[in-house]
């Protein structure tokens, strides 16, 4: 699909640095040819995609940020329930406190695989950790959405999403937790990388509304967050209208994107998620100005 409008962004996309199937590579070209006018790519405890985008050349005529996506554990009383994530946008992808710590994501997410994958092979879905590694490449993140893929390809269950209701969600019998971040380590690193932090998706967190979202959201904003995700497929158009308005009563900056995986998140497109959805400019504008930002909280 082609988009008429070229105003359109997506700050929130997957590579094969992690969970996506694209690499960064095809990303830039396939953002080109959507004639998306902005684009990040925000993979999950690695920078890896945005190095090799930069390091290829970004296309003329399209703006790119660097960016991450941290799994963090969320501020003491509220409840994660999987979803906590903290955005950083404009990082320098060099900075060594950031990579120290991604190091040890990283370190934590190879424990987790094999765990994950014993427990299914407990349940009778004899998989293996090598043959998720053979089949999606050894050297980017592995994570869950790769395990079930290869259950649908093996044929241990019909979807990619009932792999996930049925074992690896949250909560079901072969998921085991992240290690997570405390969410002011991950502000302040990506603070301390010149980055502007952001609570992603916050429509997929248990208490996304209200009294003690917005509490919370003034906690983290106290920590250093800049910025909410307002704009994410998954947002009805109502609670987009109330996440702009959150982040205009207090300052915050408002993102958006599609959580763009390829093939590994099936029926999200780039730039447009689900039927009419899509990220106007005007938001990348107001970032690139905040941009680069001082290391100093608040
Ligand atoms: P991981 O990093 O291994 O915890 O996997 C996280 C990714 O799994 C997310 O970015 C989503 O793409 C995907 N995911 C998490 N929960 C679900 C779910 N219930 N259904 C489908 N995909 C999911
Ligand atoms: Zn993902
Ligand atoms: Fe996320
Ligand atoms: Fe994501």
Same mark, same amino acid.
């Given at each position: ?107 934590? $997410? ?8 014993? $427990? ?128 205009? $009563? ?49």
């Amino acid at each position: 699909m082609v988009c008429s409008d070229p105003q359109h962004i997506d700050l929130h996309i997957h590579s094969n640095a992690s969970d996506g199937s694209l690499s960064p590579r095809e990303i830039l070209n396939q953002a080109l040819q959507l004639g998306l006018a902005a684009v990040s790519i925000t993979d999950h405890d690695t920078v890896a995609g945005s190095v090799a985008a930069i390091e290829g050349g970004i296309p003329s005529g399209l703006a790119f940020l660097t960016g991450i996506e941290i799994s963090a554990a969320p501020p003491a009383g509220y409840s994660a329930r999987g979803s906590f994530h903290i955005l950083g946008y404009g990082i320098e992808l060099r900075s060594p406190q950031l990579n120290k710590t991604l190091d040890v994501l990283q370190q934590a $997410r190879s424990n987790r695989n094999p765990q994950i994958i014993a $427990r299914l092979r407990d349940m009778g879905i004899p998989i293996s950790l090598e043959a998720v590694q053979a089949e999606f490449g050894g050297e980017g993140q592995l994570g869950r959405p790769h395990i079930a893929q290869l259950m649908v390809q093996e044929g241990w269950v019909a979807s990619f999403n009932e792999a996930f209701d049925r074992f690896l969600g949250a909560g079901k019998p072969a998921y085991v937790d992240k290690h997570r971040v405390p969410c002011a380590d991950a502000l302040a690193i990506i603070r301390l990388a010149g980055g502007l932090p952001v609570l992603a998706h916050p429509g997929l967190l248990k208490i996304n509304r209200g009294v003690a979202f917005e509490t919370m959201l003034d906690s983290l904003q106290e920590m250093g967050m800049r910025g909410l995700e307002v704009y994410y497929p998954e947002h009805s158009p109502e609670l987009i209208g109330y996440y702009a308005d959150c982040a205009a $009563r207090r300052g915050l900056l408002k993102t958006g994107g599609t959580d763009f995986h390829g093939t590994l998140k099936p029926g999200v497109g780039m730039g447009f998620g689900r039927g009419d959805f899509f990220v106007p400019v005007a938001l990348y504008e107001a970032l690139a100005r905040c941009l680069p930002l001082s290391a100093s909280p608040r």
